[in-house]
């Protein structure tokens, strides 16, 4: 069974950095885009960033400039660099999966948990 789970969430005040980690587990043999989503309080759901399986980035434009995605394929691992933090970034932080591959076959749109991640004015 394929679990994402995140780490990294925090309280950081504003114009600081912070650094999600997601470590997807469970049989895995590939995964496709990997990404980080947000829900503020009282808000939709929104895309922060994806990375493809071969580098390629996608970012909101609210986070150009001061979000870095980055994964590393053999640890099955993607991180989220969050600099000049705002206090609009506040939300819960969740990282998803597009589809993975494991021993059984692909499956698709995995979730993990969320993170807190609270930036002080």
């Known amino acids: 069974q394929v679990q994402l789970v995140e780490s990294g969430g925090g309280l950081v005040q504003a114009g600081g950095s912070l650094r999600l980690s997601c470590a997807a587990s469970?049989?895995?043999?590939?995964?496709?885009?990997m990404g980080w989503y947000r829900q503020a309080p009282g808000k939709q759901r929104e895309l922060v960033a994806t990375?493809?399986?071969?580098?390629?980035?996608n970012y909101a434009d609210s986070v150009k400039g001061r979000f870095t995605i980055s994964r590393d394929n053999a640890k099955n691992t993607v991180y989220l660099q969050m600099n000049s933090l705002k206090p609009e970034d506040t939300a819960v932080y969740y990282c998803?999966?597009?589809?993975?591959?494991?021993?059984?076959?692909?499956?698709?749109?995995?979730w993990g948990q969320g993170t807190q991640v609270t930036v002080s004015s």
């Open positions: 469970g049989n895995i043999r590939s995964a496709s885009t």
């Open positions: 990375i493809s399986r071969n580098g390629n980035t």
């Open positions: 998803n999966a597009d589809r993975i591959l494991t021993t059984t076959g692909w499956g698709g749109d995995y």
